[in-house]
């Protein structure tokens, strides 16, 4: 994208980062001026008890304020509702992300419907963070049948048409970018990665390993199921029916027994899991195309 052509929508989730955010802002709008952009800045304070708004609205950029801790996914979404421009970029408040990306980001936008900023093995991270973002990207990879480098950064760029259609499926936490990645790359629009090298977020991290990692591989499962049934239904029906013929051969060849009715069990409920997971694959692929025609209309 060529600059002074769309105007850049900067959205920036932020809860108490009174510290940082105003030195952020000010290398953002450094950025994007000597790059030549036309652009707006929007700092949705996710209900803050510091100085965030008051350091935020000296910058002179957009704050709009949520009157309690909703979530980062939230105020990702009220970014999303009320952005202006043509493309949306999100990045977080504390520091993690750095500004000097942007352009990069932006310039991909022309053959790709999102850009992601994909984490190297440089950045400033903890190494059970890179442990399970590797298991993350991993499970995502099968899913969806593409790389995945990064999953779970919040630094990306994506037209803003393509963030409003999958607001509705945003969660309130801080799994938004699992979800608007697998629903991007399953409605057959295009994603690619800039390699950035992530900095070390200044202040103390809202995210918990244990809850947060539970929620990510929740939000996978379900956006799963939401647009690909069979790539959940099928290993689940394939290793209970293994288990159930197994079990049943190692009881008439070694026990001398009746290859017995748990067995039996197991390979028709083995059966059913399939056949649910046809027609799960039918109403997903039903609703898919019902939501691709409804943004098209609008």
């Known amino acids: 994208m060529s600059p002074d052509t769309e105007t850049i929508s900067v959205i920036i989730p932020a809860y ?97 419907d999102m850009v992601v900023g994909a984490r190297t093995s440089a950045s400033d991270t903890d190494m059970h963070r ?30 803003t048409h393509i963030a409003k259609a999958y607001v509705y499926l945003l969660p309130n936490q801080f799994s938004y970018p699992t979800t608007i990645t697998l629903a991007t790359i399953r409605s057959g629009r295009s994603l690619t990665y800039v390699p950035i090298i992530g900095q070390r977020r200044k202040g103390k991290s809202n995210i918990r390993l244990f809850r947060d990692g539970i929620r990510f591989l929740l939000i996978i499962l379900r956006i799963a199921t939401f647009y690909s049934p069979l790539k959940i239904f099928i290993p689940v029906s394939t290793l209970m029916f293994i288990t159930g013929f197994m079990y049943g051969l190692y ?46 209309k609008n």
């Open 130 to 159: 890179n442990f399970a973002n590797s298991v993350y990207n991993a499970l995502a990879t099968y899913i969806t049948g593409q790389k995945i480098l990064d999953l779970t950064s919040g630094f990306r760029a994506i037209r």
């Open 16 to 112: 108490n980062e009174s510290s940082g955010i105003s030195q952020l802002i000010k290398e953002i709008k450094s950025e994007l001026f000597e790059a030549g952009y036309s652009f707006e800045i929007l700092v949705i304070d996710d209900g803050s008890t510091d100085d965030t708004v008051i350091n935020a609205k000296q910058e002179h950029v957009t704050v709009i304020q949520h009157p309690h801790n909703l979530g980062n996914g939230a105020a990702i979404k009220t970014g999303i509702r009320n952005a202006k421009g043509e493309i949306i970029v999100m990045l977080d408040a504390d520091g993690q992300h750095p500004p000097k990306d942007i352009p990069r980001l932006i310039e991909k936008i022309d053959k790709f």
């Open 251 to 296: 009881k008439i060849i070694f026990l001398n027994l009746r290859y017995g009715p748990t067995s039996a069990l197991l390979m028709t409920v083995s059966v059913v899991i399939f056949m649910v997971g046809l027609v799960s694959e039918q109403i997903a692929q039903l609703r898919f195309e019902q939501s691709e025609f409804h943004n098209s």
